[in-house]
């Protein structure tokens, strides 16, 4: 079993930047595959980012491709989402993800345990 709590996210102002930590439990973290998604009100939970369980392949969706960078410290059982640069359409529920597989994975189907989520919200 992995639970996962998030932390980090709060209000700024367009062009600001926040880093989100999300920090897990369970003897196993270093193998799993880890992502980040987001939700605005009335929309669907939407991909951000994810990581292998290396750190070797990442990836992001293209709307933070530049502005976000996701990395992860296993010995710390934590992975970090640094959001920069970040504009009102970033405001939404972020949501921490893992996979009980290795790999990168970008559908949330793929994920089979989640966080509470943490409210960002970007003011124009």
């Known amino acids: 079993q992995v639970q996962l709590v998030e932390s980090g996210g709060g209000l700024v102002q367009a062009g600001g930047s926040l880093r989100l930590s999300c920090a897990a439990s369970?003897?196993?973290?270093?193998?799993?595959?880890m992502g980040w998604f987001r939700q605005a009100p009335g929309k669907e939970r939407e991909f951000v980012s994810t990581?292998?369980?290396?750190?070797?392949?990442?990836y992001y969706a293209d709307s933070v491709k530049g502005r976000f960078t996701l990395s992860r410290d296993n010995a710390k059982k934590s992975v970090y989402l640094q959001m920069n640069s970040l504009k009102p359409e970033d405001t939404a529920v972020y949501y921490c993800?893992?996979?009980?597989?290795?790999?990168?994975?970008?559908?949330?189907?793929?994920?089979?345990?989640w966080g509470q989520g943490t409210q960002v919200t970007v003011s124009s």
């Open positions: 990581i292998s369980w290396s750190g070797g392949s990442i």
């Open positions: 369970g003897r196993t973290f270093s193998s799993y595959g």
């Open positions: 993800a893992a996979s009980r597989y290795s790999g990168s994975f970008f559908s949330p189907r793929e994920y089979g345990y």
